[in-house]
């Protein structure tokens, strides 16, 4: 593992020390990364009388969702279901076939958050059969879309499409399919030594009482999974930075778009495919808290530089989410990362000359080259609609984000090659503004500019 500085890991274990003493917690253990990589592991309390190591298993909880959501994406990619179907065309039998797979992953289905009977994370599990048996029309609370409404039950039902597909149990197509290739080995639906033990700490004595676990059966792929710091640094990473053997980047990405976001004046907090998502200090971080009785998780990694945390602790309740961000505050205050040197990049002259401002009516904007033949357009006075574009194998250009997202621009050329101007979408950007040789929607006032 790189180190981080003296002073920094120190800055670091402090903070994780505050958390364990004043929270009460039997055993606290995080993991921060940077570029991708731990660079520091600290832990605070016993496990079986002592330390906890970075090979110590706890449950992960919701975090397994993650993996599930990675996995129907992937189901996706490959062309075998669309997130816009309902989930009765994959599994059928259930009075909740109208919500959509997309749905069920950002939690805007409307579903009831828990499934029927007893506490379903306290008590042995059932089978889908029962399960599903067990579900009427009272199991929708909302309508489907209105809403985020956090759902365990429509998890379950996700587990479930991937077993119909795959013919297998979901957790043997994620350990093949997502653990493996990662080298998460030590991912696993139950526990296996070393493993903490899930405790409640009294809310007004010093003494502890022992959390039962069991197998979750149907509802496990809601949060089954235990996990170790050193699996899970490397799940942080492949949030913050992908991996192309188990999902393209691109993929990843609309995974981490905002599919529903706190209501506030400014979004803080939201919900993408399968993972939450936190703003803090300039950082869009993408990840998942994780609780089961017994246990407390968090991961978070910032796509923009790959630093990431992990938090495990053997607690029911106390542990303060705070904890994660403050460790990556410690890490930025101390050890500011340094910018990348910048290079210069080739470029096809083509490209090159497609450079420089444009216009849309009389606004200026400007076209820049990105990496590889990939561009974009932002106005020129930061006020306005921008976009990024990737590059397509036909010529064209496909819009990456903002108001242009999934639209294609086009280059349009005279007769001699020249470039003439920009078709997006219906719009038509040219070189100078309202260009009278260009066919602008409408036309142009043959008088000019007076």
């Known amino acids: 593992m790189s180190a981080v500085l003296e002073g920094t890991a120190r800055a670091l274990l402090r903070r994780l020390a505050i958390e364990q003493a ?15 990589v731990p660079v520091w592991f600290g832990a605070r309390g016993t496990v079986e009388g002592a330390p906890p190591t970075a090979g110590t298993q706890y449950r992960i909880g919701s975090i397994t969702k993650t993996l599930v959501a990675v996995m129907v994406m992937r189901l ?16 059928q039998g259930t009075p909740v076939g109208e919500v959509t797979i997309g749905q069920l992953l950002s939690h805007t289905s409307g579903l009831t958050a828990e499934p029927p009977g007893q506490w379903w994370e306290r008590t ?47 957790f043997e197509s994620v350990r093949e399919e997502i653990l493996t290739p990662l080298g998460m ?34 509802m496990a792929p809601a949060g089954q999974l235990w996990s170790t710091p050193t699996d899970m640094a490397k799940w942080t990473a492949f949030l913050a930075g992908g991996d192309e053997k188990v999902l393209s980047a691109v993929t990843l990405a609309e995974m981490r778009e905002p599919a529903t976001v706190e209501d506030g004046d400014v979004w803080s907090g939201g919900y993408g495919l399968g993972v939450q998502l936190l703003r803090h200090r300039g950082r869009r971080l993408a990840g998942h808290s994780g609780s089961m009785p017994g246990f407390l998780a968090l991961v978070w990694g910032d796509p923009a530089d790959r630093t990431g945390v992990v938090i495990m602790a053997n607690t029911t309740s106390g542990l303060r989410g705070s904890i994660a961000t403050d460790l990556v505050d410690i890490l930025d205050a101390h050890e500011p990362a340094i910018p990348r040197e910048w290079t210069p990049t080739p470029a096809d002259p ?19 080259l990105l990496p590889g033949r990939d561009l974009s357009l932002t106005p020129v006075n930061g006020m306005g609609r921008s976009s990024r574009f ?9 819009g990456l984000d903002g108001y242009y997202a999934g639209e294609t621009m086009r280059v349009v050329r005279r007769p001699d090659g020249s470039p003439s101007h920009l078709d997006l979408n219906t719009f038509v950007f040219t070189r100078e503004p309202y260009d009278p040789a260009a066919p602008v929607p409408g036309g142009v006032d043959q008088s000019g500019w007076r």
Not at 22 to 36: H, K, Y
Not at 350 to 368: K, N, V
Not at 390 to 398: F, M, R, S
């Open 185 to 218: 080995l030590d991912t696993t639906t139950r526990p296996r030594e070393p493993h903490a033990r899930g405790y409640a700490v009294h809310p007004w004595a010093d003494v502890l009482l022992p959390e039962p676990e069991h197998d979750a059966v149907a």
């Open 350 to 368: 083509d490209l090159l000359e497609l450079t420089g401002p444009w216009y849309w009516g009389p606004t200026a904007y400007m076209l820049r």
């Open 76 to 91: 996706r990619d490959e062309g075998l279901l669309d997130l816009n179907e309902p989930l009765g065309k994959h599994v």
């Open 124 to 170: 042995p599990g059932v089978g889908i059969d029962t399960l599903a048996g067990n579900l009427d029309t009272t199991t929708a609370r909302h309508r489907p879309g209105r809403r985020f409404h956090y759902s365990n039950l429509g998890f379950a039902l996700l587990g479930e499409l991937i077993g119909r597909h795959r013919g297998a149990d979901w």
């Open 390 to 398: 990737a590059a397509q194998a036909d010529g064209t250009w496909l």
């Open 22 to 36: 004043e929270a009460r917690l039997p055993s606290l253990v995080a993991t921060v990364l940077r570029d991708g």
